[in-house]
């Protein structure tokens, strides 16, 4: 005799199927979500990096008065299909924008920003620069509120502008659509929103950066100003990052770094160690986009010659540890902001 379930059987089993799906589910689809919204925003920071690079080589990048003009030739490079002007930003971009900054020892405070009194690049995370921001929309449904920097220099020799010192860029990588938070669907590229990008109790820290080299002529020049000790014949990404914050005490310490460092491997270690885990939804929603391991400390190492201290983590070898690297190495920074 053929042997089956009851109908209560059967019951009881969709009814423990159900549960189990109600409880994943939701856990499933955002973990999708976040891994979508994150390969938009490398993809189109590549395209958008590939561009700069290619203005910078062609030697376009620099010497526009206003963030209307630097868009112009931009369009040459990457292709953009609507422009909005500064008063005109939500016709553009989506109008209201949930910016939840995180703390790493006291949680995540919210607040709502509206786009359209993103004015300027102060209102990006930056000081004045003079120019007002305007809206972009690009062919691949991004859109978008840039600022540009006058003071943007290029070198056509070098292949590694970015636009550090050029643009401050927020963007949608889903369009007006949902849910229009920063650190999902929304991201910056030299920028952040409110008062800091996340904090630590009371101290402020601005998007982590990988910022343009320095020359050793622009370096000599500067180096009073910035709390420089010393210049190197070298493309000098640790000055250059100096330069971005407004001087040496305005990075990151390597206490606040190795703080950090413990935010996203959740432990307390100070020191060096092995076989830790990287929390990946941590480190994206502090503003890392990649597997770049390494981040600048704003200590300057007089023994060895043209090294700094960096503060690192081996996401492939699951390690974190202190380094001294090369100031031709370029490594994330971070600057502290009032």
């Given at each position: 005799?053929?042997?089956?379930?009851?109908?209560?059987?059967?019951?009881?089993?969709?009814?423990?199927?159900?549960?189990?799906?109600?409880?994943?589910?939701?856990?499933?689809?955002?973990?999708?979500?976040?891994?979508?919204?994150?390969?938009?925003?490398?993809?189109?920071?590549?395209?958008?990096?590939?561009?700069?690079?290619?203005?910078?080589?062609?030697?376009?990048?620099?010497?526009?008065?206003?963030?209307?003009?630097?868009?112009?030739?931009?369009?040459?490079?990457?292709?953009?299909?609507?422009?909005?002007?500064?008063?005109?930003?939500?016709?553009?971009?989506?109008?209201?924008?949930?910016?939840?900054?995180?703390?790493?020892?006291?949680?995540?405070?919210?607040?709502?920003?509206?786009?359209?009194?993103?004015?300027?690049?102060?209102?990006?995370?930056?000081?004045?620069?003079?120019?007002?921001?305007?809206?972009?929309?690009?062919?691949?449904?991004?859109?978008?509120?840039?600022?540009?920097?006058?003071?943007?220099?290029?070198?056509?020799?070098?292949?590694?502008?970015?636009?550090?010192?050029?643009?401050?860029?927020?963007?949608?990588?889903?369009?007006?659509?949902?849910?229009?938070?920063?650190?999902?669907?929304?991201?910056?590229?030299?920028?952040y929103l409110g008062n800091c990008a996340f904090k630590d109790g009371g101290t402020c820290f601005g998007a982590p950066f990988l910022p343009d080299s320095m020359g050793k002529n622009e370096c000599e020049a500067n180096k009073d100003e910035l709390g420089i000790n010393d210049c190197y014949d070298i493309d000098d990404y640790w000055a250059g990052a100096a330069k971005v914050c407004g001087g040496v005490n305005n990075m990151a310490t390597e206490a606040q770094i190795a703080r950090i460092g413990n935010y996203l491997?959740?432990?307390?270690?100070?020191?060096?160690?092995?076989?830790?885990?990287?929390?990946?939804?941590?480190?994206?929603?502090?503003?890392?986009?990649?597997?770049?391991?390494?981040?600048?400390?704003?200590?300057?190492?007089?023994?060895?010659?043209?090294?700094?201290?960096?503060?690192?983590?081996?996401?492939?070898?699951?390690?974190?540890?202190?380094?001294?690297?090369?100031?031709?190495?370029?490594?994330?920074?971070?600057?502290?902001?009032?």
């Amino acid at each position: 005799m053929k042997k089956g379930f009851t109908l209560a059987e059967t019951l009881i089993t969709l009814a423990i199927i159900g549960i189990v799906a109600a409880i994943t589910l939701p856990s499933l689809i955002n973990n999708y979500q976040s891994r979508a919204w994150n390969t938009a925003a490398q993809v189109f920071e590549k395209k958008l990096e590939d561009a700069l690079k290619v203005m910078n080589s062609q030697e376009v990048l620099a010497g526009y008065s206003s963030t209307g003009d630097f868009i112009n030739e931009l369009k040459k490079y990457i292709k953009i299909t609507k422009v909005c002007s500064n008063n005109k930003l939500d016709s553009c971009f989506v109008d209201k924008i949930t910016w939840n900054i995180i703390d790493i020892s006291n949680g995540t405070e919210s607040q709502t920003i509206i786009s359209k009194e993103l004015k300027n690049s102060s209102d990006l995370g930056h000081d004045d620069w003079n120019t007002e921001t305007v809206g972009i929309q690009f062919a691949d449904g991004v859109s978008g509120v840039l600022a540009y920097n006058p003071d943007c220099e290029q070198n056509p020799y070098s292949n590694q502008v970015v636009g550090t010192n050029c643009i401050a860029l927020v963007y949608d990588t889903s369009g007006f659509k949902s849910p229009n938070t920063f650190t999902k669907d929304i991201h910056g590229v030299n920028s952040y929103l409110g008062n800091c990008a996340f904090k630590d109790g009371g101290t402020c820290f601005g998007a982590p950066f990988l910022p343009d080299s320095m020359g050793k002529n622009e370096c000599e020049a500067n180096k009073d100003e910035l709390g420089i000790n010393d210049c190197y014949d070298i493309d000098d990404y640790w000055a250059g990052a100096a330069k971005v914050c407004g001087g040496v005490n305005n990075m990151a310490t390597e206490a606040q770094i190795a703080r950090i460092g413990n935010y996203l491997y959740n432990t307390s270690v100070s020191g060096s160690m092995s076989n830790v885990t990287r929390d990946n939804e941590k480190y994206n929603k502090l503003g890392f986009n990649d597997n770049h391991h390494y981040i600048i400390t704003n200590h300057e190492e007089p023994s060895i010659t043209g090294f700094a201290l960096t503060r690192g983590w081996w996401f492939q070898a699951n390690r974190i540890n202190n380094a001294y690297t090369n100031r031709y190495s370029r490594d994330y920074a971070i600057c502290l902001v009032d």
